[in-house]
């Protein structure tokens, strides 16, 4: 593959865009740390007890956003940027992966690699369409030699192969290239494309004009020749870089997912950006004018760093696509590590895959709700449950009879009364910094009550996934938190913790339910039902295989009862 060439040519390249520091590069493109001496370095050890057992992750070496998902004949295709030789950042191709039930993945070879002018410099993101005939299209950004990003096509070298494993790159790339307007080094991640009433397709790339985030346009009536739209798609101040856009249609009704080219009645759009600058994704719900190409976010819908996110912990560059055999669309997000790039060279890998949910539009049609595939569960194992469980104020219980390391939980949480709600402070606009002062250990009124997961027996270990319910003047207000802060007792770990607001009438339902994945190192939580998600990385060093230990707590005044807990040990599928 001409790795020599490539890291070369790359070099070259980042010598214009970067800045440097003894033995670190910043990339300023793609906001990836670029660790020149460390891309290429083999790994001293593979595996550890940090990998995960059902999570995708090839066996080695790093990866991060995931690329062109699709469904074509009965074959699922996750395509993923990957350092075919190290556990940081670099040497970039679009690395290939199939799977008939989205839990079980054969790994292939590369699919997409610099090999041409147009991407000679990388191989970053992009995503899948399906032209008529159900003939598979990939739209991706290359660097060219000039380190300018530039929007490519590849075509299945072979529609027979049912594992389309071979991608021919047409010598007519770029098919698109930054105009005047565009700094060539601020254009890139072009989306699915969609095909309008007009009979033309529509792609949009992400940009920056100043710190004006933009989704570009292009029209093409071939999808060979691509003319930019006179306005972008839809555009924010202050929101500086727009990577990885998404851009698609969501039911009115219903969790039937659409194909991206479906619009009219009965139909809102979703647009997700992931934002450089925070390095945290947002989306809006609102409606695509198609006439006149602009999306417009709905009044409910912030469209900045504040509004709604689909996960509000460790989840970036995510895609969607519409999974034409159940009717559903799929996200995939990229889950990068939180420990220290001096323990992604000794484990010899760096970053997962969240589990693929399903999304669709909450009945409120302001926000979207999430819930992994149903295929997650033929992995559930050995199961123990608990029914009407009194958690009195200050109570902790172990959860036993499982091996909890590698699980899946359900639980319902029941709340006695809202008398004993703390106050909630106007100030208080920021879930993660609230949860950040106020996590498991600090007593409240109605909660923090939750789950401490990949504890050790003695709970020195421990993440919380935790709910606090507030009085604010006209209704309460429910946070939900990752409080990781005794994940590890290991010197000089980053233990963010993470939170969301949930959009519940708690004082109504007096109830709320919280699903978690537990992984080794990761752990992905959905409250109410999924209108909430957080995911966070973790590296305990006690409570690890046989030694994590499960527990539910009370830290709160008032009572909470939980109707109902199922927990399940999970198998591990083949993962590449
Ligand atoms: N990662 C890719 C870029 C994208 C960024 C490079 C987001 O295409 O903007 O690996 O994580």
Redesign the pocket.
Known sequence: MGIHNKVFSTCVFLVWFCFCLPGIIWVA????VVYQELKSVSPSIVGSQYRTGYHFQPPKNWI??PNGPMYHNGIYHLFY?YNTNGSV?GN?VWAHSVSSDLINWIPLEPAIYPSKKFDIN?T???SATLLPGNKPVIFY?GIDPQGR?VQNLAFPKDLADPYLREWTKPDYNPVIQPDASIEPSKF??PTTAWFGLDGHWRVVI?SRRKMRGMAVLYRSRDFVKWVKAQHPLHSSKDTG?W??PDFFPVSLKGKKGLDTSVSGPGVKHVLKV?L?MTRYEYYTVGTYYHMIDRYIPDNSSADDHTGLRYDYGNF??SKTFFDEAKQRRILWG?SNESDTVKDDIKKGWAGIQTIPRALWLDPSGKQLVQWPVEELETLRGKQVNLYDKELKSGDIYEVKGISSAQASLYLIFEISGLDKAEPFEEFWSDPQVLCGQKGAAVEGGVGPFGLLVLASGDREEQTAVLFRVFKAPNKHVVLMCHDPSKSSLRPGMYKPSFAGFVDVDINKTKKISLRSLIDHSVLESFGAEGKTCITSRVYPSKAIGQDAHLFVFNNGSEDVRITQLSAWEMTSPRMN
Request: hydrophobic residues 25%; glycine residues 12%; negative net charge.
């Open positions: 493109e793609a906001s990836h991060n956003d940027q950042w970039i990388g970053w993101s992009g950004t990003q890139r991640d992400g870089m990577e990885c992931s450089d970036y560059a990229w």
